[in-house]
């Protein structure tokens, strides 16, 4: 035991970054050695490290109680980080104040996170005590037992009163608790961004460079797309993390990267369903997949300081960088093997429709069971976001596009495009940028809009279908509603007779099948 408190005293005195202790430090080590009994089993390495630590602690707020009337009050341990959900933890606090503790009150910031359990009476500390806290310029000591509950932030805070039921020290402890299966969404993360990887290099393969080239001859639509996706969009989900989380940043930054990433699977097929440009959302998908791994972590950089001002935590911006650009290289690497390997791209788009459901069925099935979690911290707030973000994006971009006189199909891919975003890639992102449990509570506004985005888009469906066959109802000579609008057809696809009316062409025609760009929508074609 003596050669153990020897290499302590050694070890001791250094601090962690090499700087030597204070002397009086030192000093009060050594005057507690010398009331130490060897042959007590109480003393370990562990307490001795506990009384310079403490030690170090009074020294440097000195100052600090000095100047307050209010004592200080410290804890051991020093914090309760990542402790797991349903587990309970005996917590001592110590103070140095001189004047009598008669009473101890603890509670915790958010008692969804964790709970007092139990508050013990507070004790005298006396140079007769075998503790070692005795030692260590302690005054009152005691013991609070708290019992972690949920995933979560919440401060332990310790309040300390003399007999006229003033305060005499507080002290806050930090707590954060972890999910206890939290292995499930890492393994889930780790799926997703295996199976992401693919898709973007099947993505890559089944591009239509006609379509690309399409582009670069008549930019107008998808620049007034990408204007929607990649400005309007993120400011939108920025004010409504604002209007809606004032005083949650995590969630905020999860609603603002859910805003950032845009390219949703599913968007080709609400527009055909919708009766949009087809082209026209292929085009967007292509340039929102290309261009969102480089305008998310600009974005990021740009107001993440603003949405986590007053917060102790700094953003990954280069994990985030690097993860962005680690989910485009797949697509890129497709896009350039399809250059050399034209007859790819048919094998690719015959795969991505399949893959892409597979996808579908894993989010939905083992992608629910691993953010189950997400279930306990639904409250108005949250399912508003899962709600309100689509449903802004699609308006937004709806109004901006007829506000530029766009043709109604094109506006309704615009709209599509804007409000469906690509939320997985997000999760993604905060997951494995951020440490627990801040990659699990800002991946919860992403899963909410997961689940909530088709709603608005049903609705929208529903009232268009009704409104067309009220419409067919009253004029029998109407067409049927497509997924195209009829300006865009080629030349003789449609025939106009001598009275007005319309009949189909018997010229067959050849349509495109969309490139088959994004997740559902390699099948569909614009016909009529």
Partial sequence: ????????????????????????????????????????????????????????????????????????????????????????????????????????????????????????????????????????????????????????????????????????????????????????????????????????????????????????????????????QFVIMPMISFGLGVLLFPNEPYLRLGLFLSGSCPGGGSSNMWTYLLGGSLDLSISMTTISTIFSFGTVPLWVLLLGPVIMKGVDFVIPYSDIAITSATLILPCLIGMVVQYFIPRINVYAKKVLTGFALFNLALLFSFGTYAYRYIFYFFNWQVVGAGLLLPTLGFTGGLIFALILRQPVASAIAISVETGVQNVVIAIIILQLTLSSPNGELSAIIPASCTLFFPLPLALWLLTKTIYDRVKRSRNPDLPSSSGTDLKELPNGVKDIEKNGKMEKSTTKVPVSTGGGVDNLAADLKDEV
Avoid at 40 to 57: D, M, N, S
Avoid at 61 to 69: I, L, M, P, Q, S
Avoid at 132 to 138: E, K
Avoid at 141 to 163: C, K, Q, R, W
Wanted: aromatic share 8%.
């Fill in 1 to 228: 035991m003596i050669r153990e408190i020897d290499h302590m005293c050694a070890a001791l005195a250094f601090r962690s970054n090499g700087t030597p202790l204070p002397s009086s430090v030192i000093k009060e080590v050594l005057e507690h050695i010398k009331h130490i009994n060897p042959n007590t089993p109480t003393i370990t390495t562990k307490h001795l490290a506990e009384v310079v630590y403490f030690t170090i602690q009074e020294e440097e707020y000195a100052a600090a109680t000095t100047e307050d009337k209010t004592g200080v009050v410290r804890f051991s341990p020093a914090d309760l980080l990542k402790v797991v959900d349903g587990t309970n933890h005996l917590v001592t606090w110590f103070t140095n104040v001189t004047v009598t503790v008669d009473r101890v009150a603890a509670y915790v910031v958010d008692q969804f996170v964790s709970e007092v359990r139990g508050i013990g009476e507070p004790m005298q500390c006396t140079p007769e005590n075998d503790n070692l806290v005795a030692c260590s310029n302690v005054t009152y000591y005691g013991e609070v037992n708290i019992t972690a509950l949920y995933l979560g932030f919440s401060n332990l805070h310790v309040v300390l009163y003399d007999e006229n039921n003033q305060t005499v020290a507080e002290g806050v402890m930090e707590m954060a608790v972890v999910l206890r299966d939290q292995n499930i969404t890492l393994i889930y993360t780790y799926i997703s961004s295996a199976l992401a990887i693919i898709a973007y290099f099947i993505m890559g393969a089944s591009v239509d460079f006609k379509i690309i080239k399409g582009i670069t001859k008549k930019p107008v639509g998808p620049a007034i797309g990408a204007i929607s």
